[in-house]
């Protein structure tokens, strides 16, 4: 009930309380609301800014049996394999693609560098848009033959598929020695390796290199 004073007048005390009373609400909703909008506006402003989801850039492919082709999504290239043998791409990054070619009598050796060709063959090709491998074939070649750290590495030009490319063998070790294959093609590094032990017989040196061969000759880019 308003408070009136003895002549029936509301009193002006009363009224001064009443309208300090309600600034003071007024403010209180005021400082409650004005942050809450601005983090509102804040998290929409982020949304809009935060970037998508990341493009993979490099999808693996499948390999088709019956043709012993394999076909990779993109990058987009496919090659050649042994009849019968296993294939197996691995990608751990949107930029790095690895694919195992094995023979079906390969078997791995967990922790063991040496081995020999009665264990069964494996190759692996290598895809990446690392730009520490993209260094322009020229350089690379220089920088292969004066490297003290890996050894001595004997490097030829060659050819991946149609494409041009360096083929570098490091020379026996204790074990015996790897080789690779490696071209670099529309900003993209692919690379054709594996390692050869020391105690092959001839006629094993020779079946490993046919294969090897009609993986890196085969290699194609799609259209």
Not at 94 to 118: Q, V
Not at 122 to 149: M, S
Not at 154 to 179: D, I, N, W
Not at 202 to 214: H, I, K, M, N
């Amino acid at each position: 009930m308003l408070k009136k004073n003895q002549k029936g007048f509301i009193d002006p005390l009363f009224i001064i309380v009443v309208i300090l009373v309600l600034a003071v609400a007024g403010f209180i909703y005021w400082r409650i609301s004005t942050p809450n909008k601005a983090t509102s506006s804040e998290s929409s402003e982020s949304a809009q800014n935060s970037p998508g989801p990341t493009e993979q850039k490099f999808v693996a492919g499948t390999a088709d049996s019956t043709t012993s082709t394999y076909t990779n999504v993109k990058p987009a290239f496919s090659f050649n394999y042994p009849e019968g043998w296993k294939v197996k791409s691995t990608s751990d990054t949107s930029d790095t693609l690895s694919i195992a070619i094995s023979s079906p009598d390969f078997k791995e050796h967990d922790g063991e560098l040496c081995r020999e060709l009665d264990a069964g063959m494996q190759f692996h090709y290598y895809v990446t848009n690392d730009p520490d491998y993209l260094t322009p074939l020229d350089q690379k070649k220089k920088e292969l033959e004066t490297d003290a750290y890996v050894g001595p590495i004997v490097v030829k030009e060659t050819k991946l598929g149609e494409y041009p490319a360096l083929q570098y063998l490091s020379t026996p070790g204790e074990c015996g020695y790897s080789f690779t294959t490696a071209s670099l093609v529309n900003n993209t590094y692919y690379s054709v390796s594996s390692f050869l032990g020391d105690t092959e017989t001839g006629d094993q040196v020779s079946a490993y290199r046919t294969q090897y061969d009609l993986l890196v000759s085969s290699f194609k880019l799609s259209d």
